[in-house]
């Protein structure tokens, strides 16, 4: 069962972009405002960004203002988030969830920005 399954991370250089996937189970998305949080090692999972079940209402972190872009995909239970001068300070796992969160994470897809 797919649950959430979080891909597109990678190793990118400080100034390129990577476009993050978030597939999930209906059940688990439809209806739900939904979000994006990472985490580095040692230090607790913090939010990133967040957007409406309409979409058409998106929140994000500060440090990420102008740089990152939440969308989704209602017919496909997929969520998104293109992110745009990436700096190494965005390097983490990422994850999606609902919003605010339930207890149940995915596996989260690795981002890495060289400097």
């Known amino acids: 069962q797919v649950q959430l399954v979080e891909s597109g991370g990678g190793l990118v250089q400080a100034g390129g972009s990577l476009k993050l996937s978030c597939a999930a189970s209906?059940?688990?998305?439809?209806?739900?405002?939904m979000a994006w949080f990472r985490q580095t090692p040692g230090k607790e999972r913090e939010f990133v960004a967040a957007i409406s079940w309409s979409g058409r209402t998106t929140y994000y972190v500060d440090s990420v203002k102008g740089r990152f872009t939440a969308s989704r995909d209602n017919a496909k239970n997929t969520l998104y988030l293109q992110m745009n001068s990436l700096q190494p300070e965005d390097s983490a796992v990422y994850y999606c969830n609902t919003d605010p969160p339930k207890n149940l994470w995915g596996q989260g897809t690795q981002v890495t920005v060289s400097s």
């Open positions: 209906e059940h688990f998305f439809s209806g739900y405002d």
